[in-house]
């Protein structure tokens, strides 16, 4: 018994995009929902604020950052 398939060009094309389709959706779907996702899934982790002496420090002009006035 022989069995013939055949699928054309267009039910290929329609599988293909039905795939990428899926795929760009569940793309959206994380970037859309990932963050709120990603602080449900890790309850268990804080956010720590970054210490503000680090971030001033880093931004304060010293004498020796600034060029020579003449």
Same mark, same amino acid.
């Given at each position: 018994?022989?069995?013939?398939?055949?699928?054309?060009?267009?039910?290929? @094309?329609?599988?293909?995009?039905?795939?990428?389709?899926?795929? +760009?959706?569940?793309? #959206? &779907?994380?970037?859309?929902?990932?963050?709120?996702?990603? @602080?449900?899934?890790?309850?268990?982790?804080?956010?720590?604020? +970054?210490?503000?002496? #680090? &971030?001033?420090?880093?931004?304060?002009?010293?004498?020796?950052?600034?060029?020579?006035?003449?």
């Amino acid at each position: 018994m022989h069995i013939f398939a055949y699928l054309d060009p267009g039910s290929v @094309s329609a599988a293909l995009a039905a795939v990428l389709a899926g795929i +760009a959706g569940i793309g #959206a &779907a994380i970037r859309t929902f990932g963050s709120n996702l990603k @602080s449900k899934l890790m309850f268990w982790k804080k956010d720590e604020p +970054a210490p503000e002496s #680090a &971030a001033t420090a880093a931004t304060a002009d010293t004498p020796e950052d600034k060029p020579a006035e003449q």
